[in-house]
């Protein structure tokens, strides 16, 4: 069956100018989604997704989406927990958490209104293995996880559905200050022995966004190489 979209369909991809983002952004607009990508860095629109005043105020500018897909993140600190400080850990929160929950809230609303809407977030393998010396990325993407849980169900019988994917390590320009012992871990734990690229995890993203996608939210959709195990 092809993927399909409803006609004039709008999707707002936060993180969208790199990486899974950015992939993302090219495989709706592939499949003849308007895309507007935004971000505290280029893209289409400025967002700080951590700023809940240059939230709204995005939505004031764009209007109302079908699509979203929260992609902003951050690794935070590699290190032993006792040796994380309390704005390392807190700031990797704002983004991934805060970010993830202020999109939501303020884009949901017009998807229910309206019938129809798909959102995705963006969560990691470390959010269920938990990996040593990224507490704060592992926690954060766990927290992630049950959020969309959580707002899957509410949104349950509206038509908008909410549902998280969970890379392995990617290719990403995210993961180039992340502790090379770090991504060589992860790769000897992936089957596959490789990381992941971009443009495969935004082909999930886009399947999870489209009419195809109508039984399931509140889903966690691994993308791992064969890492996952549960």
């Known amino acids: 069956m092809p993927t399909t979209y409803p006609p004039d369909t709008t999707a707002l991809i936060t993180g969208g100018a790199s990486g899974i983002g950015a992939a993302c952004a090219a495989a709706l607009d592939k499949a003849g989604v308007r895309v507007i990508t935004a971000d505290i860095a280029g893209g289409d629109e400025y967002v700080d997704v951590t700023d809940p005043t240059t939230v709204t105020a995005l939505h004031e500018r764009i209007g109302a989406v079908d699509i979203l897909v929260n ?10 927990l006792t040796d994380v400080s309390l704005d390392e850990w807190q700031r990797t929160f704002r983004i991934n958490v805060d970010g993830t929950f202020l999109m939501c809230r303020e884009f949901a609303p017009g998807m229910v209104a309206r019938g129809w809407g798909r959102i995705v977030n963006l969560a990691s393998i470390a ?5 040593p010396n990224q507490s704060a990325y592992s926690a954060s993407k766990a927290a992630v996880i049950a959020l969309t849980k959580s707002l899957g169900k509410e949104l349950a019988t509206t038509g908008v559905l909410a549902n998280v994917v969970a890379p392995a390590a990617v290719s990403t320009p995210m993961n180039a200050t992340t502790d090379p012992a770090i991504l060589a ?20 993203i886009a399947w999870l966004c489209s ?8 889903a966690v959709y691994d993308i791992s190489g064969g890492r996952a195990s549960y």
Do not use: I
């Open 71 to 80: 992609s902003a993140g951050v690794v935070g600190p590699s290190a032993p």
């Open 185 to 204: 871990r992860s790769q000897q734990l992936t089957p596959m022995g490789r990381m992941g690229r971009a443009d495969e995890v935004a082909e999930l």
């Open 127 to 131: 959010a269920k293995d938990g990996n």
């Open 211 to 218: 009419e195809s996608v109508s039984f399931s939210t509140g």
